[in-house]
T-cell receptor
Framework: AQTVTQSQPEMSVQEAETVTLSCTYD???????LFWYKQPPSRQMILVIR??????QNATENRFSVNFQKAAKSFSLKISDSQLGDAAMYFC????????????????FGQGTILTVHP | GAVVSQHPSWVICKSGTSVKIECRSL??????MFWYRQFPKQSLMLMAT?????????EQGVEKDKFLINHASLTLSTLTVTSAHPEDSSFYIC???????????FGSGTRLTVV
């Protein structure tokens, strides 16, 4: 079974600064998807960024970028120019590729990292 | 795309009663839906996978008779918490993977309080 580990329960950053959230995972699969989700106080899950394992290029979405190290099974999220609205709980998630049956699309989440942004 | 509607957003019920939570995919058909449970400041834990036209698949440790799941159509899955007890109080979230295997659609969650 796949596991996802976020070793930073809490992180803080000053507004406009950069912060990196860590994530490691364990899998025996060669093809998979990795995600970072944001969960603000409203608790709505918001997709921040997605990475396909077969792509070597790191995904970027505006101020958000990832450092995907497939061999090391590491998938960190960098938030640049942090804003007050970035404060939330962030989850790293793993998704198996389609395999039919009950494993299709199943997401495995890490423990989460609470990010605080100081003005 | 990938819009999922979940209702109710919050519910308070008495111990021993049952509560039904609905999850609808609004702009796509979902043959599969997932139900998660989340305690405060903790991760989302998968409870079960709902499959349209067949029985749900439950994760280890989840009581099938307590958490009844029905996937009545390609756009609706329901989770019924039967004989609820205070320890069932939690935040329940549904999600549906779209057929293009891309973006998952998450419901807005249901906060259940059993008194």
């Amino acid at each position: 079974a796949q596991t996802v580990t976020q070793s930073q329960p809490e992180m803080s950053v000053q507004e406009a600064e950069t912060v990196t959230l860590s994530c490691t995972y364990d899998t025996s699969e060669s093809d998979y998807y990795l995600f970072w989700y944001k969960q603000p106080p409203s608790r709505q899950m918001i997709l921040v960024i997605r990475q396909e394992a077969y792509k070597q290029q790191n995904a970027t979405e505006n101020r958000f970028s990832v450092n995907f190290q497939k061999a090391a099974k590491s998938f960190s999220l960098k938030i640049s120019d942090s804003q007050l609205g970035d404060a939330a709980m962030y989850f790293c998630a793993y998704r198996s590729p389609y395999a039919g049956g009950t494993s299709y699309g199943k997401l495995t989440f890490g423990q989460g990292t609470i990010l605080t942004v100081h003005p | 795309g990938a819009v999922v509607s979940q209702h109710p957003s919050w519910v308070i019920c008495k111990s021993g009663t049952s509560v039904k939570i609905e999850c609808r995919s609004l702009d796509f058909q979902a043959t599969t839906m997932f139900w998660y449970r989340q305690f405060p400041k903790q991760s989302l834990m998968l409870m079960a996978t709902s499959n349209e036209g067949s029985k749900a698949t439950y994760e280890q440790g989840v009581e099938k008779d307590k958490f009844l799941i029905n996937h009545a159509s390609l756009t609706l899955s329901t989770l019924t918490v039967t004989s609820a007890h205070p320890e069932d109080s939690s935040f329940y979230i549904c999600s549906a993977p779209p057929l293009d295997r891309g973006r998952d659609g998450f419901g807005s969650g249901t906060r259940l309080t059993v008194v």
